[in-house]
Every structure is written in C-alpha cells, then in structure tokens.
C-alpha cells in the first residue's frame, strides 16, 4: 500500500529545507553513481543506499545515474542504521525489470515482483504482509475514505469505540507514526492518485481536503521534497503507482 517507484534518467533534489520521509526509501543507481547528503550532515557517494524513515534527506545529485527510487511501505524496517550504502553487485538481477521501467513497458504485476525482489535482497527473506490490529486496519481505512480535514484523532477514536490515548498509542505502536502525520501523507497519495486520472491540481486539493493548492503544495514538499509539478512532470520524472 502507499509505495512507489520513481525513475529519472537525472535527478537532482536540494530542497529549501532538509525533509523526513515517513517510509523507508531504497535508491539504485543502474549507471552513474549518485552523491547523497541526509542525517547529521552525513554524505556519501554510492550506486545503492537505504535510508530509514524519518531521517533528513538534505540533497540528492544523480546525473546520468538512470536513477531507480523505491518508497518502501509504511510497514517495512530494515535495521536501525539511518543510512547505509549496500553492494550494488547484490541488485544487478534488478536491472532487466528496471530497464522495461524506464522504457515504459513494466506491468504493475511486474513492479509488485520487483518491490519483492528488492525487498527480499535488503533483508535475505521474502517480503509477507504485516498481520494489523483490527482497529488500526479499520482507522487506515477511514483515513483513506475522509478528506484530510476531516480526520482527526478525536474523530477518529469515536469511530473506532477507542479512547484518544488508546489510539493514539496503538497508531504509533503499529505505523511508527502519529494520526496526523500519517493523515497527510495518505491524503498526498489520494491526490497523486487523482492526477493520474488526469483531474486538475487545484480540483485535487479541495477534493482530497486541504484548503487550498499552496496547502497541497506544502504538504507535497513535507512528503516528496519536490512540488507537484516536478513530482508529475514526465519530462523530470517517471512515478509508477499501482493500486
């Protein structure tokens, strides 16, 4: 749920402030290698790194890198080490399924054995689906249903027959993150989905429940480091979102 692979021939982001991502993030590089800046001022050049949720990503420079960039699920951990730079050798049976990527050619059947493949290299075992708390799966649920202004702890406890603390501890337990946080990121995913029906941003924003397009704006910066139009112009970027 709520993955994606971007790929760009070049890649260069330098946000105006560093940004957290709330998944884990998988970059591969099927050529040049990339200069990667994020945590506590850590910098490293690498063909393949992993970076953990939450930690400052400050700058991204990928030219001619033919650059792979693989938002992991929300559920997924790798270790606690906040960036590491893996073998590429370990990836290269990747590069057949990346390569039908950029050429416009991978079904999203092919993009879920991908996600797989790259998730069973990272971690020595085959990715399976994280069993939820009823309640949790059900409050995921809501999320994805309401427009980002109407979801709020105290709603959403209602809902769910749940104390406001109750909730607000299994949330935490179960996603790594607080209700609000998550609600912002699924509603820039709502809205991600939209432009790929070829609906208007400005019509976005408001159906999906922020105040205005500045609002998306922002809220596509906090997720993505980039606005929307970068994210969704195909002459920058190839963003694959299968259901």
């Not at 105006?16 to 200069?35: D, G, I, N």
């Not at 050429?103 to 020595?124: M, N, P, T, W, Y």
Request: hydrophobic share 45%; with cysteine; charged share 20%.
């Amino acid at each position: 749920m709520r993955r994606f692979l971007l790929l760009a021939p070049t890649f260069i982001l330098e946000p105006p402030r560093p940004y957290r991502r709330l998944t884990p993030t998988l970059l591969v590089a099927c050529r040049e290698p990339f200069w990667l800046e994020c945590g506590d001022d850590s910098s490293l050049s690498a063909r393949v790194a992993l970076i953990a949720p939450k930690v400052p990503r400050r700058r991204l420079v990928a030219v001619n890198s033919d650059l792979a960039i693989f938002d992991l699920p929300i559920h997924s951990r790798f270790g606690e080490e906040p960036v590491q730079s893996l073998d590429f050798e370990r990836f290269t049976s990747l590069l057949p399924a990346l390569a039908e990527a950029f050429a416009g050619k991978l079904s999203c059947a092919g993009v879920d054995r991908l996600f797989e493949s790259a998730v069973q290299i990272i971690s020595g075992q085959a990715p399976t689906p994280p069993t939820l708390d009823p309640r949790i799966e059900r409050a995921l649920e809501l999320i994805d249903e309401l427009p980002f202004d109407e979801v709020t702890l105290t709603a959403l406890a209602r809902r769910l027959s749940l104390s406001s603390s109750r909730l607000r501890h299994l949330f935490k337990e179960v996603t790594g993150n607080s209700v609000s946080h998550y609600t912002r990121w699924a509603a820039v995913w709502r809205a991600v989905s939209l432009w790929s029906q070829g609906r208007k941003l400005t019509e976005i924003a408001h159906q999906v429940g922020f105040h205005d397009l500045a609002h998306l704006d922002h809220a596509f910066i906090d997720v993505f480091g980039l606005n929307p139009s970068t994210v969704i112009n195909p002459e920058n970027v190839t963003l694959i979102r299968c259901p």
